[in-house]
């Protein structure tokens, strides 16, 4: 183990730092080991979805659970009986330190750096749900520090391991329909909320550590429905509303493809901020600087609620490359516009390319599924590289929030300075890409 891993760790447990013993084993790209000892933040909903998927490797062994909700903790616990558990995965995470290799987070999207990072701090691999972070501060972090400490990360999109969407990139590289110069891309899911704050009728159930659930974010009283579980992502102190939730996945391809960077410039139409929720509709633009894969710049257009999908006028396709009249766009996906053809990616399905007559005997790249849960496992153990790994979902998922910042100033184009972190336009802007944390959930690198 290098000196730097051996020195000792620290972990943070309500507000008092607490010297945990040095690691037993820090996992590290390249790092051979036999069993994978996982803990799992976040057990319920996806992150239920996840535990089965992760825990299906052969080499995976369920070591630590991690709910605030008792039910949905006891629950998981069923399916892996052996494994310790607990509520709080600071503590999980001080007292398991030694006797756990690698983390899974699943928990709502502000959670998302906190534990992830809590868990790098110690040395250990990460998978973490998508979007990567709710801030862009925190996934410029994260991206960071994986790297510094080389270690084997993921996000959660698992469809970018998909054959369909493995093979819509290799299309796009290998330039079947040339250089592009436009993405729309859509989402007719509406997790937003356009209405006044919340009363509060009643206390927590007594299931739900409420406390523990909000974490990071200011304090206020739990309302049935509106937070836990899963409605969060529509309110901006808690999720990043349609655009962080569905284009995470939406945007992967395009920015995969077209190897994207940071955009230049970004800016939202839709209705004034509430201080509250995500809007319920929501078009965004970016402008990319161009790749080997683009024309000069790349202009990136999302459309969700009702504003999905785009009209034949948001498109502005002409000529041959107008979509035929019995074409219908699917309800969720992406269009890509090249200089000699146009791709629709639906969500979640194969590319249909346009003209069809000119593309119909083309043949398609053979491409395979691969596991994009079990890629990560491999990769915690020494074997390949997982392929939305943080250096790759960091920016992603910044370029994503940069959108979710503008809809806090509709109608104003925000410049984008990547290397600074700072938008240098519109000062009310900055306090956006990083919010403080509560005093006793702050983390060391955040
Ligand atoms: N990749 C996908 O296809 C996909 C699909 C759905 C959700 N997600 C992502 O998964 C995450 C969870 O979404 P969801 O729909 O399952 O939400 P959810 O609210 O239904 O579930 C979140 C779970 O985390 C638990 N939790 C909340 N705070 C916690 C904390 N501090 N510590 C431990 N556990 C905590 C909750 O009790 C619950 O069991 C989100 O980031 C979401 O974007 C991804």
């Given at each position: 183990?290098?000196?730097?891993l051996?020195?000792r760790?620290f972990v943070k447990?309500a ?7 040095p690691?037993?084993?820090s ?7 036999e069993?994978?000892r996982?803990?799992?933040?976040g057990?319920g909903g ?5 535990l089965?998927?992760i825990?299906?490797h052969?080499?995976?062994?369920v070591?630590?659970l991690?709910d605030v909700?008792a039910?949905?903790l006891?629950?998981a616990?069923?399916?892996h009986?052996?494994?310790r558990?607990?509520s709080d995965?600071?503590q999980?995470l001080s007292?398991m330190?030694d006797?756990?290799?690698a983390?899974?987070v699943?928990t ?5 750096a906190?534990a ?10 990460v998978?973490c ?5 709710h801030e862009?501060?925190?996934a410029?972090?994260?991206n960071q520090?994986?790297q ?7 996000m959660?999109?698992q469809?970018h391991?998909a054959a369909a969407?493995?093979?819509?990139k290799q299309?796009?590289?290998d330039?079947?329909?040339?250089p592009v ?6 989402s007719?899911k509406n997790w ?6 919340f009363?509060?009728?009643?206390g927590?159930p ?5 406390d523990?659930w909000?974490g ?6 739990f309302?049935p429905?509106v937070?836990h579980?899963g409605?969060?992502r529509r309110?901006i102190d ?7 939730d569905?284009g995470v996945h939406i945007f992967?391809t395009?920015y995969g ?6 955009p230049h410039t970004?800016?939202?139409e ?17 402008e ?13 257009k ?5 504003d ?15 979509l035929p ?7 969720q996906?992406s ?8 791709m ?6 194969e590319?249909?390319l346009?003209p069809?007559?000119?593309?119909k005997e083309?043949?398609?790249?053979e491409?395979?599924?691969l596991?994009h849960?079990h890629?990560w496992?491999?990769?915690c ?7 939305a790994?943080?250096?790759y979902?960091g920016p992603?998922?910044?370029a994503?929030?940069l959108?979710?910042v503008a809809n806090?100033?509709p109608g104003?184009?925000l410049?984008?300075d990547?290397?600074n972190?700072k938008?240098t336009n519109?000062?009310?802007a900055n306090?956006?890409l990083?919010t403080d944390y ?8 955040l």
């Amino acid at each position: 183990m290098s000196g730097k891993l051996q020195r000792r760790q620290f972990v943070k447990v309500a507000g008092a730092f607490i010297t945990t013993a040095p690691l037993g084993r820090s996992f590290r790209v390249g790092m051979s080991v036999e069993k994978l000892r996982t803990a799992h933040i976040g057990v319920g909903g996806m992150g239920g979805a996840d535990l089965a998927s992760i825990s299906s490797h052969p080499q995976v062994e369920v070591a630590g659970l991690c709910d605030v909700d008792a039910n949905r903790l006891a629950s998981a616990h069923q399916k892996h009986k052996q494994a310790r558990t607990f509520s709080d995965y600071r503590q999980m995470l001080s007292e398991m330190g030694d006797s756990v290799d690698a983390v899974v987070v699943s928990t709502p999207d502000h959670t998302h750096a906190p534990a992830a990072m809590s868990a790098m701090n110690l040395g250990k691999p990460v998978y973490c749900q998508k979007p990567l972070t709710h801030e862009v501060f925190e996934a410029r972090r994260l991206n960071q520090v994986a790297q510094q400490k080389e270690l084997a990360t993921q996000m959660g999109i698992q469809i970018h391991s998909a054959a369909a969407y493995r093979r819509a990139k290799q299309m796009i590289q290998d330039g079947m329909i040339g250089p592009v110069s436009h993405v729309h891309a859509w989402s007719g899911k509406n997790w937003g909320y356009d209405g006044k704050a919340f009363e509060s009728q009643s206390g927590p159930p007594a299931n739900l550590d409420w406390d523990l659930w909000m974490g990071t974010a200011a304090m206020r009283p739990f309302v049935p429905k509106v937070y836990h579980p899963g409605s969060w992502r529509r309110l901006i102190d808690f999720g990043t509303g349609t655009l962080g939730d569905m284009g995470v996945h939406i945007f992967d391809t395009p920015y995969g493809a077209l190897k994207l960077t940071t955009p230049h410039t970004v800016r939202t139409e839709c209705r004034e901020p509430t201080g509250i929720g995500h809007p319920t509709r929501n078009v965004v633009e970016y402008e990319f600087p161009g790749t080997d894969y683009t024309t000069e710049s790349m202009i990136w257009k999302w459309y969700d609620g009702a504003d999905a999908p785009p009209s034949a006028e948001d498109l502005a396709l002409t000529g041959e490359f107008q979509l035929p009249e019995s074409y219908k766009l699917p309800g969720q996906g992406s269009l890509f516009v090249g200089q000699q053809g146009v791709m629709v990616l639906p969500h979640i399905g194969e590319a249909v390319l346009f003209p069809e007559a000119k593309f119909k005997e083309q043949a398609r790249p053979e491409v395979e599924n691969l596991n994009h849960y079990h890629q990560w496992v491999d990769a915690c153990m020494g074997n390949g590289k997982a392929s939305a790994n943080f250096s790759y979902a960091g920016p992603l998922t910044e370029a994503l929030l940069l959108g979710v910042v503008a809809n806090r100033f509709p109608g104003k184009t925000l410049q984008w300075d990547a290397e600074n972190l700072k938008v240098t336009n519109l000062a009310a802007a900055n306090q956006l890409l990083k919010t403080d944390y509560r005093k006793d959930f702050v983390v060391e690198n955040l």
